[in-house]
């Protein structure tokens, strides 16, 4: 089988296995514990029924899903900023300020400890290639499709296994962030860290199984042109779709500027597109009928089985091959991003601490979409003002880390820097941020066990 017709039979066979996850997900009380989601049942499935262990599937299939995930990455990164009404820059710095801090300290600190471990421990050790630091934050906070969208980076860098590396570094990123995010958030609740919730209240069942029972349930999109003339999600497509042509212009430009960036990836370049759209449509009163859920619902779908197909094609030759440095840098970065939680987070927010902590560990772990989940766990109707802060924190930090430019430029960044270089130029990112948060009043270095805005008026 080949041409569309192998494309098309190969994403149906995709949506069985999504689907699978979801039974899973149902009937496995494990999974229910720790919130793995569908996606990552289904990808582990079609990766056990792979060449490396059942190989049931056709060749076509699998080659059809290497190049899935390259290419819905651009949609996921084109619809960030689409629908969004853009607040002042004195709103954005007010509410979202202390967010970007932290994040910006926890996403270039997994830059500068998998430089430091790769320098002290694994090219000694291992011999690997000074690029091997970068697929920490690459899979970490950038996710699958980031990893997928750097395959040419990694060829051209000498390094072609840094994708499937990557990809897996990015499923074990997820893995740490629901079973990570969902241990400390019982624990919290233990101990009276959450505003909202009790060890009475705990986390609701419906939510361990993702079945939504009537009363709970809620509109997932709403229309803005009439279907008489085109359907609302066809139309959101085609605004999403021009968001990706427009980074595409730009990725020829950029491609001319020199060699080495000849490689340069075009999903940051489809997030600005989408951000020029925007800017654009607000100006001809036309973003008026963008329905902010619709992208959301193109950004979820194409995420979802961007990672079934990422998971279900990682090579695990390359994997074994480097299982040892592979180890100990998700050690490394597993281990960071608890000290960012655990002693970071109740000394750089003023308030609300826990909810905002453990968004940002969910993100910084597993993309953004994980960072809402366990948001929405401590804090499921939004009473605190973490989600509005963490969504001006993403307009900001998007653009640079967590599949932003300095996520894809920084394969090219080692190289030409040199990897002490490069952690002394992310310690200086990190050290300037950690001002920034002191000069502004949010740091606490002696922070209250329980900290939300009634303690901080001082009222009851």
Known sequence: MEGLTAVFFSICILGVYLLAGKILRVKVRLFQKIFLPASIIGGFLALFSGPYMLDILP????????????????????????????????????????QL???????????????????????????????????????????????????????????????????????????????????????????????????SKG?????????????????????????????????????????????????????????????????????????????????????RYYDRQSFERILGFSLDVLVVAAIASIRLDLFIENLWPFVILMAVGIGWLFICLMVLAPRMFPYNWLERGITE??????????????????????????????GFKQMLYEPFLGGGLITATAPFIVIALGLWWSALFSLIIMLFFLVISWLNGWTNLNPVKDQHPKQLDGKE
């Not at 990570?180 to 009790?198: E, S």
């Not at 560990?361 to 963490?390: E, I």
């Open 101 to 199: 801090c932290f994040g910006m300290v926890a996403g270039t600190g997994q830059y500068l400890f998998a430089v430091l471990v790769t320098i002290l421990v694994l090219i000694p050790f291992f011999d690997v290639s000074p690029v091997f630091a970068t697929i920490l934050e690459i899979g970490f906070a950038g996710g699958h499709g980031t990893a997928a969208g750097m395959r040419g980076v990694f060829e051209q860098m000498g390094f072609p296994e840094g994708a499937d590396l990557a990809q897996m570094s990015a499923t074990v990123g997820i893995i740490a962030a629901v079973t990570g995010g969902i241990f400390y958030i019982n624990i919290a609740i233990r101990k009276g860290y959450c505003v909202n919730l009790d060890e």
């Open 361 to 390: 560990y969910g993100m910084q772990s597993g993309v953004t979409a994980m960072g809402l989940l366990l948001l929405r766990l401590v804090d499921p109707n939004y009473k605190t003002d973490t989600a509005q802060a963490f």
């Open 59 to 98: 060749a076509f299939i699998l080659d059809t899903w290497r190049e899935i995930p390259g290419i819905l990455i651009n949609f996921v990164f084109a619809t960030l900023f689409l629908g969004i009404m853009v607040p002042g820059v004195r709103t954005l710095w007010s509410q979202g300020g202390s």
């Open 203 to 287: 986390i609701p069942e419906f939510k361990k199984k993702g079945l939504i029972p009537e009363s709970e349930r809620f509109d997932i999109s709403r229309a803005t042109v009439a279907s008489e003339s085109i359907e609302p999600m066809a139309f959101h497509f085609a605004i999403t779709v021009l968001a990706i042509l427009a980074g595409w212009l730009m990725l020829a430009g950029v491609r001319q500027i020199h060699p080495v960036v000849s490689g340069f990836p075009l999903f940051p370049l489809a997030m600005i597109g989408g951000m020029i759209i925007q800017i654009i449509s607000i100006r001809l009163k036309v973003a």
